[in-house]
């Protein structure tokens, strides 16, 4: 199945009774010969693309946790917090689930990650951010085309040194 037929409308309406989960996660961007490139990662066995977030633990704030989730799943350490670049809900993949995700514009010079979370992700792709690749949420994709020319702007303006 297509992951076109699979994301429709439907996860973007919440059902009665369906409890929420704060997620937090990362635009994480670097530059490469005068392109900015974007980090995308994979879970599990799925083949399209995905940004690096997952849900907040106890005791962290949104901007630590977004920290954590870029290690875990995308392997970069080395992030500098731009600023908010805005909040997503849908339900959960199990669909039992509302998500409500705060994603956080980063830039890096770091090439290579080494996800922590190896058994559900297994590594990061860059892609440049004017050609985006399919990516299975279409919520996530609209995120970056919408704030496309601010965050080339932004991540162009953050010295390298």
């Known amino acids: 199945m297509a992951v076109k037929s699979l994301i429709d409308d439907t996860w973007y309406q919440r059902p009665p009774g369906v409890p929420h989960r704060v997620a937090s996660g990362g635009v994480v961007c670097r530059c490469e010969a005068g392109q900015v490139l974007v980090a995308l990662v994979r879970e599990g066995h799925f083949q399209s693309f995905v940004l690096p977030k997952g849900g907040v633990e106890p005791g962290e704030t949104l901007e630590q946790a977004a920290y954590r989730e ?6 970069i350490s080395e992030l500098r917090m731009i600023r908010k ?26 090439r290579e990650g080494n996800p922590t979370d190896y058994l559900r992700h297994h590594g990061v792709w860059w892609h440049p951010l004017a050609h985006l690749p399919d990516m299975f949420w279409p919520e996530q994709r609209h995120l970056l085309e919408i704030n496309r020319d601010t965050i080339i702007e932004e991540v162009l303006a953050v010295p390298t040194a």
């Open 70 to 75: 870029v290690l875990e799943e995308a392997g």
């Open 85 to 110: 670049l805005g909040v997503l809900e849908r339900l959960a993949y199990s669909r039992r689930v509302w998500q409500v995700v705060h994603l956080f514009l980063f830039v890096t010079t770091q």
